[in-house]
């Protein structure tokens, strides 16, 4: 039985509605069992519950998020009572999406009432897809018409488009899906990255690395779309056709863990399966450690940057250069780095740059 949480979000008119429709009748063509969280602020708002009718906007995100965290918790409970295989709980929208309605101090106060943390809500999601607005990149289609409760103008439209994609930046796996093309590839796109998720139609993912001179850490840090991550891996026994490791990711004493099973491919693609483990279970792996690799630590800085998502990993034992990596669904997609990064060379496919390699190399090791 398998069960994936996954959150379709965006800025106003982005086409998260059709995209939904869209979810439910492709994914049961491919045999899934769709079950759809309904938007929270839309029933609450509805009902009478609104921003404007509570005392402060603060008293109403908490009632929101405590709806939807209650809503996502009951779907999950009915899906663990299914007989179906293959299972995707569909959110109309996820915890973060609040935070771009929030200043710093209100969302902590409404984390405090909820008693999570941020690194909680976000990585309780197995993968994120973000739409973008219409009103970047597609202005003339933006429109007000077709939902009652839209009253942002393209520039206020636009604005909370980043925000949203800086509430999500940090989840292991986000995509945004931007207005490059018609409407109709937009969709596509979508459900290609989301079945490229799921493993249904091709189950593997495509991989560039590049190496770069190191960054600006100030520069990274002042970036709204931009987000510090601090990932312990180490590496198990395993099969020498496989790579087994558990990760420890997250910030401030918060983190999430994983255990991931991987067989590298041809072509710089990898079949790859991952699962969340309780704390005591990576704790219990922790002692199949493979003797032959050491642990690896590193501070990761994952970026939204022209509608794609980079990774970029600073290891404590470089001090002139990182890693950036990205997924990618198509081999012929264009890599846009922003003009703050200076890519040395690609290093896609050569071992040397892979987590393994460098983990079995001596510590203090640097090339």
């Known amino acids: 039985?398998?069960?994936?949480?996954?959150?379709?979000?965006?800025?106003?008119?982005?086409?998260?509605?059709?995209?939904?429709?869209?979810?439910?009748?492709?994914?049961?063509?491919?045999?899934?069992?769709?079950?759809?969280?309904?938007?929270?602020?839309?029933?609450?708002?509805?009902?009478?519950?609104?921003?404007?009718?509570?005392?402060?906007?603060?008293?109403?995100?908490?009632?929101?998020?405590?709806?939807?965290?209650?809503?996502?918790?009951?779907?999950?409970?009915?899906?663990?009572?299914?007989?179906?295989?293959?299972?995707?709980?569909?959110?109309?929208?996820?915890?973060?999406?609040?935070?771009?309605?929030?200043?710093?101090?209100?969302?902590?106060?409404?984390?405090?009432?909820?008693?999570?943390?941020?690194?909680?809500?976000?990585?309780?999601?197995?993968?994120?897809?973000?739409?973008?607005?219409?009103?970047?990149?597609?202005?003339?289609?933006?429109t007000l018409e077709n939902n009652g409760a839209r009253y942002e103008s393209v520039e206020e439209a636009a604005a909370l488009d980043d925000k949203f994609i800086a509430a999500w930046t940090g989840h292991p796996h986000f995509r945004v899906i931007d207005n490059r093309s018609d409407f109709e590839e937009k969709m596509r796109h979508l459900m290609r990255e989301i079945t490229y998720f799921l493993g249904d139609l091709a189950p593997y993912e495509i991989e560039r690395k590049f190496l770069i001179e190191y960054p600006s850490v100030e520069w990274l840090e002042s970036q709204p779309n931009c987000e510090r991550v601090e990932i312990v891996q180490t590496y198990l026994r395993s099969e020498p056709d496989q790579e087994i490791r558990i990760r420890q990711r997250g910030s401030n004493d918060n983190y999430i863990y994983y255990l991931t099973e991987k067989r590298i491919n041809k072509n710089h693609t990898r079949m790859e399966l991952q699962r969340r483990l309780t704390e005591r279970e990576y704790l219990t792996l922790l002692m199949q450690a493979d003797p032959a690799f050491r642990q690896i630590e590193k501070t990761r800085y994952c970026l939204t940057y022209a509608g794609q998502y980079f990774e970029i990993d600073l290891f404590p034992c470089w001090d002139d250069q990182a890693m950036v990596e990205i997924e990618l669904t198509q081999e012929d997609t264009e890599v846009r780095f922003p003009p703050e990064l200076t890519v040395i060379r690609e290093v896609t496919g050569n071992p040397d740059y892979r987590n393994a390699v460098i983990a079995s190399k001596p510590r203090g090791a640097t090339h």
């Open 1 to 142: 039985m398998s069960i994936h949480k996954i959150v379709i979000t965006g800025g106003p008119c982005g086409g998260k509605t059709t995209a939904l429709s869209r979810i439910q009748r492709d994914l049961s063509h491919l045999g899934y069992t769709v079950l759809t969280v309904p938007e929270t602020a839309t029933s609450l708002i509805s009902g009478g519950v609104a921003p404007w009718t509570c005392v402060t906007n603060v008293e109403y995100q908490k009632c929101q998020m405590l709806l939807q965290m209650q809503k996502e918790q009951v779907f999950e409970r009915a899906a663990s009572t299914m007989t179906d295989e293959k299972i995707v709980i569909v959110c109309d929208r996820g915890e973060l999406d609040n935070k771009a309605y929030m200043n710093d101090d209100e969302f902590n106060e409404v984390l405090g009432c909820l008693g999570k943390t941020e690194i909680e809500l976000r990585d309780d999601y197995d993968a994120v897809f973000h739409l973008v607005s219409a009103a970047k990149g597609a202005e003339e289609f933006y």
